[in-house]
């Protein structure tokens, strides 16, 4: 069995301890699969989607205790899915905190905000047009 990892960027990953996982887990399969971000490896209390791991506050490695609010970007690959995030996550228990639109962090930067059901601010932004030297680095261990 071979496990595929995207590499590249600054952050190795991160981690969401959460209160409910089920809410959370449906929450994040619905807005993960608008951005084609799959859910690589789940249990019955944390799921794995790249470099984003969601635990149960019940789980071993969390200690009993919610990390706290958080903010996480997820890159989008256009204006389009920036506002299905947007719209996916209002009915998956987000609430909104910034509808989709323009900021002024640099030009062409489109975002959308949403309250995740732990109190994370998840953004899906699309930094506008541009040219990648490659796709995505690519990591497989095998299993």
Same mark, same amino acid.
């Given at each position: 069995e071979t496990y595929l990892l995207h590499r590249g960027r600054l952050i190795d990953h991160i981690q969401l301890v959460v209160n409910d996982f089920e809410l959370s887990k449906?929450?994040?399969?619905?807005?993960?699969?608008?951005?084609? @971000?799959?859910?690589?490896?789940?249990?019955?209390?944390?799921?794995?989607?790249?470099?984003?791991v969601v635990c149960s506050v %019940?789980?071993?490695?969390?200690?009993? %205790?919610?990390?706290?609010?958080?903010?996480l970007?997820?890159?989008? %690959?256009d204006r389009e899915t920036v506002k299905a995030f947007y719209h996916t996550a209002l009915t998956h228990g987000g609430r909104d905190n910034g509808a989709p639109g323009e900021r002024t962090y640099h030009p062409g930067y489109y975002?959308?905000?949403? @309250?995740?059901?732990?109190?994370?601010? @998840?953004?899906?932004?699309?930094?506008g047009e541009a040219e990648r030297s490659t796709h995505a680095v690519e990591i497989r261990f095998n299993l």
């Open positions: 449906a929450f994040y399969q619905a807005v993960l699969a608008v951005l084609e @971000i799959p859910i690589i490896n789940t249990s019955d209390d944390y799921f794995w989607a790249d470099e984003l %019940k789980s071993e490695g969390s200690l009993g %205790k919610p990390t706290g609010r958080h903010h970007a997820f890159q989008a %690959k975002a959308a905000f949403v @309250i995740d059901p732990d109190g994370n601010n @998840i953004e899906a932004v699309y930094h």
